[in-house]
Structure formats: C-alpha cells, structure tokens
C-alpha cells in the first residue's frame, strides 16, 4: 500500500454515514467522512423524527396490493407512480411482492428488529455530554383512527409485532385525547406502542453528532465523489471534483445514491428512490407530545423545533426527478381533519429520497471480494432510527470485532 490519507473514508453525511463515521473513530481508526454537502442535508434531515426501536414491520405485507388501485386513483392518497418510470422498477417490484410471503415474513421482522432495537439507547449515549440531551424525548407512538371498530390486533401485522414482545395496546378515542387533547373528536380508535423515542429536529440532529465526531478527531471532506477505484496494493481511491483520497478501508453510507457507485464493481443492487414528503406548520397553535400516526390517511404528525411536522407517503419518480410538491400539501387537508385547532397559513414543503431496498432490510456488510469494501444503505422508512446500530455493526466488522448477530439478512445478494 502507498501513501494513505485516512484509515477509512466514510463516503456520505446522512445520519447512517454520521454514525458510521463516529463508531470507526470510537475503535481507534482515523476517519474522514465525506460529502458533497453539509452533515444531514439529505434525507436525515426531513424525516418524521420517529426513533422506531420496536419497528419490525416491513412495507410489503400480503394482500397489500388490493390496497394499491385505490390509493393510486386517489390524488391526495398515500402512494403516486410517475408512470414514465414504472417499467425501470420492474424487477425490484417484483421481488418486494415476493418478500410480502408468510413464510418469508418472521425472518424479516427479526432482522428489522435486531437493527432498530437498541437504538435509542444508543443516540441518548451519542448526545451525553454534548449539551444537545433534549433532542432526543421518550414518547410512545399513537396509531389512530376515526373507524368505529376496535383496531384489530389479531391480524398479522400486530401478531408479528406481540410475539416480539412489542409493548401493544389497543386505545379508545378519548384514551389517545386524554394523551395528545388536541386530536380530533372524530377519532374512536387506536393503539399505542410505548417505550418509543422521537427528535424534534432530525437534521440538527445528525449535525450534533457529527459536531462531536469532528470534536474527537473525524475529518470532514466536502466533495463529491465521482468514483471508487480499488488500489492494486489494497485499499481504495475516491475520485472527486475537489481532489482524490486514499484509505485502507471504505464505507459507503451514501443512502439513496450509494446504488450506482457500486455499479463499477459489478454489484447491481435493488434500491428504489421511495420519495416521500414533509409540511411544516410554522406556527401550528397545537402541541404533541407523542408522534402520532394516522392510519386512516398513513402519515406521521409531530411537535418539532421549527413547527408541526406531518410526514409520509411514498412516490416513485426515480431519484432525479424533481419534486411534485402538491405531495406535501396534501398533508393540509390531512391533518387539519386530524387536530381541528391547527393553524394552517404558514406552511414550508419538503421532499427526501428513501433509499428503499424490496424487504425494508437494510443492507450492511462486506462487498464480497472486495476486503475493506463496507456498505450500510437502504434503511427506508427507519434510517433515522437504524444509523446508530448500523455504525456499530461496521465499525465491528471493520476491526474484526463482529457483533454477535448473525448478518445475513442484511447482505447485498440477497436478491
Ligand atoms: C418523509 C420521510 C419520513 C421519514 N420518517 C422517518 C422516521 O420517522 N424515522 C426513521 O427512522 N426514518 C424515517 N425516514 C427515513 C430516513 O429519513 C432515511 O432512511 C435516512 O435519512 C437515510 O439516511 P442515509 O444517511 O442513508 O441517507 P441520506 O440522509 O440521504 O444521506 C446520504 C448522503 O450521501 C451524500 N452523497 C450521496 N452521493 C454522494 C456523492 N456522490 N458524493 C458526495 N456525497 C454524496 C448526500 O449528499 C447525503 O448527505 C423518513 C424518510 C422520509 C423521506
């Protein structure tokens, strides 16, 4: 090997990269994370804020597609397909239908699980001694509706999540008033999961971590990389438009984008750009304390630093397109019919990329015949909550110190 800049490159700043980057530092490797950007700009900055420790539910399920026609012939529906692209997901589509089995369903669950788990403890370990302890609240997470029938935990869904040992239980109407006064009196039903976390600003959040990650050593590089090369003597190359860099080791934790750097090493890898949206309300005149979820129209409504935060649904446009912000807006109408008191005139949108694999498994591990070669991307709907674990994942792999899980679920061929 030649001249070296870093032990390891952490090649993207997204919350999973950010956690990546300060897990290697904490095992003694010199780190550089790298990106175009600043820290937790993309995607980690405008999500629901849910730190989802129970999550084990994966976004196929069986008979989900019943649901489809409906929510696509809906324009304010959860679910929009920019039709000129439905032939490139093809083959991805078809293995997400395939991942929704019965049979395949437990081990899914397991593997979602054992990533999301222990990762609220972990970020309350990552924001002690930073000043920052508050951006993380204990809550519970509060499914509501407004059908008259009990919510049915019998159904799959729910039995997957109770022979888990996810705390559930089914609320009334006036139970999830009591907890959060200000939801509508048209909602009759619920369930709710305690022992949840949620941060009230997702963005500040990765940049706080990653703040303390500079503090204890991590470089950070602003570049965008236009390629990896591996070295002939080990070890890799970025090539950038602000220079080249050289490590042993190289972790691509480049979320939605981290599919077409694999590609030059002959790794087609399923990933779909699930595109979803935000509204902030400014000056919402409601408080949460919890983040609540709306079964009925499938979004997730939070008290934030900045506002109200309403958030969700899925598009698939392909990662270039540019947003359809009437995707956002339509969480006007949505949640205002859930928190009659919101105040709704001043409002600010935004769309982010979910770097989503067909089972909702993230994929973290070594690219095969490539040693050094670490990849942790395509958390979907639960990077947020997933980053800390996956940076502990590979900085055990790294430094020949795996963890005890078993990680095949999460491999890149899988598929
Ligand atoms: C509407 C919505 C709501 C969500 N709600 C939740 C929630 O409540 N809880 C939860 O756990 N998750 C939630 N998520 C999912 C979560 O936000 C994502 O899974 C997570 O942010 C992905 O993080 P990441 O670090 O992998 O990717 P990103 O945050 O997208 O980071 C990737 C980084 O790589 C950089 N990069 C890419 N390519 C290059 C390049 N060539 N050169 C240099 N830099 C590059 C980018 O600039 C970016 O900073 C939500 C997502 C959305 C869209």
Same mark, same amino acid.
């Given at each position: 090997?030649?001249?070296?800049?870093?032990?390891?490159?952490?090649?993207?700043?997204?919350?999973?990269?950010?956690?990546?980057?300060?897990?290697?530092?904490?095992?003694?490797?010199?780190?550089?994370?790298?990106?175009?950007?600043?820290?937790?700009?993309?995607?980690?900055?405008?999500?629901?804020?849910?730190?989802?420790?129970?999550?084990?539910?994966?976004?196929?399920?069986?008979?989900?597609?019943?649901?489809?026609?409906?929510?696509?012939?809906?324009?304010?529906?959860?679910?929009?397909?920019?039709?000129?692209?439905?032939?490139?997901?093809?083959?991805?589509?078809?293995?997400?239908?395939?991942?929704?089995?019965?049979?395949?369903?437990?081990?899914?669950?397991?593997?979602?699980?054992?990533?999301?788990?222990?990762?609220?403890?972990?970020?309350?370990?990552?924001?002690?001694?930073?000043?920052?302890?508050?951006?993380?609240?204990?809550?519970?997470?509060?499914?509501?509706?407004?059908?008259?029938?009990?919510? =049915?935990?019998?159904?799959?869904?729910? %039995? #997957?999540?109770?022979?888990? &040992? /996810?705390?559930?239980?089914?609320?009334?109407? !006036?139970?999830?008033?009591?907890?959060?006064?200000?939801?509508?009196?048209?909602?009759?039903?619920?369930?709710?999961?305690?022992?949840?976390?949620?941060?009230?600003?997702?963005?500040?959040?990765?940049?706080?971590?990653?703040?303390?990650?500079?503090?204890?050593?991590?470089?950070?590089?602003?570049?965008?990389?236009?390629?990896?090369?591996?070295?002939?003597?080990?070890?890799?190359?970025?090539?950038?438009? =602000?220079?080249?860099?050289?490590?042993? %080791? #190289?972790?691509?934790?480049? &979320? /939605?984008?981290?599919?077409?750097?694999?590609? !030059?090493?002959?790794?087609?890898?399923?990933?779909?750009?699930?595109?979803?949206?935000?509204?902030?309300?400014?000056?919402?005149?409601?408080?949460?304390?919890?983040?609540?979820?709306?079964?009925?129209?499938?979004?997730?409504?939070?008290?934030?630093?900045?506002?109200?935060?309403?958030?969700?649904?899925?598009?698939?446009?392909?990662?270039?397109?540019?947003?359809?912000?009437?995707?956002?807006?339509?969480?006007?109408?949505?949640?205002?019919?859930?928190?009659?008191?919101?105040?709704?005139?001043?409002?600010?949108?935004?769309?982010?990329?979910?770097?989503?694999?067909?089972?909702?498994?993230?994929?973290?591990?070594?690219?095969?015949?490539?040693?050094?070669?670490?990849?942790?991307?395509?958390?979907?709907?639960?990077?947020?909550?997933?980053?800390?674990?996956?940076?502990?994942?590979?900085?055990?792999?790294?430094?020949?110190?795996?963890?005890?899980?078993?990680?095949?679920?999460?491999?890149?061929?899988?598929?």
């Amino acid at each position: 090997m030649t001249h070296q800049d870093t032990d390891v490159l952490v090649l993207g700043a997204g919350i999973v990269g950010i956690c990546n980057a300060i897990a290697l530092n904490e095992k003694g490797f010199n780190v550089t994370l790298v990106d175009r950007d600043e820290p937790s700009e993309a995607t980690s900055f405008g999500n629901a804020g849910v730190i989802s420790q129970w999550a084990c539910i994966p976004q196929s399920m069986p008979g989900l597609w019943k649901k489809v026609p409906k929510w696509l012939l809906d324009p304010s529906g959860p679910l929009s397909i920019r039709w000129s692209y439905f032939p490139r997901m093809l083959p991805w589509l078809v293995e997400f239908l395939k991942s929704g089995s019965v049979e395949k369903l437990p081990a899914i669950a397991d593997a979602m699980l054992n990533l999301n788990r222990p990762n609220l403890d972990l970020y309350k370990q990552l924001l002690k001694g930073t000043g920052h302890e508050n951006l993380i609240e204990d809550c519970s997470y509060v499914f509501v509706t407004r059908s008259k029938t009990k919510m =049915n935990l019998e159904t799959l869904e729910w %039995k #997957l999540r109770r022979e888990r &040992g /996810v705390p559930i239980q089914a609320i009334t109407g !006036d139970e999830a008033r009591e907890l959060e006064p200000d939801l509508s009196p048209s909602i009759q039903n619920g369930v709710l999961i305690n022992g949840q976390g949620r941060t009230t600003n997702p963005g500040r959040l990765g940049k706080v971590i990653a703040e303390k990650a500079i503090a204890q050593g991590v470089k950070y590089f602003k570049a965008e990389v236009k390629r990896i090369v591996p070295l002939t003597n080990g070890g890799y190359e970025i090539v950038t438009d =602000n220079g080249n860099k050289q490590a042993s %080791k #190289l972790v691509l934790t480049a &979320g /939605v984008w981290s599919a077409k750097l694999l590609k !030059d090493f002959g790794v087609n890898v399923l990933l779909e750009a699930e595109r979803g949206y935000h509204l902030i309300f400014k000056e919402p005149d409601v408080t949460l304390k919890n983040s609540i979820l709306d079964a009925d129209n499938k979004f997730v409504s939070s008290s934030m630093e900045m506002g109200m935060r309403s958030a969700g649904t899925a598009e698939f446009a392909g990662v270039d397109a540019p947003p359809n912000y009437k995707r956002a807006l339509i969480f006007k109408d949505h949640a205002k019919s859930l928190f009659p008191k919101l105040n709704t005139s001043s409002v600010q949108e935004w769309m982010g990329r979910r770097p989503s694999p067909p089972d909702s498994v993230p994929y973290i591990g070594e690219v095969p015949g490539y040693p050094g070669l670490f990849y942790g991307f395509g958390h979907a709907h639960l990077g947020l909550t997933g980053a800390p674990m996956t940076g502990r994942m590979i900085a055990g792999l790294a430094s020949n110190q795996p963890l005890n899980i078993d990680m095949t679920p999460y491999r890149l061929d899988r598929f």
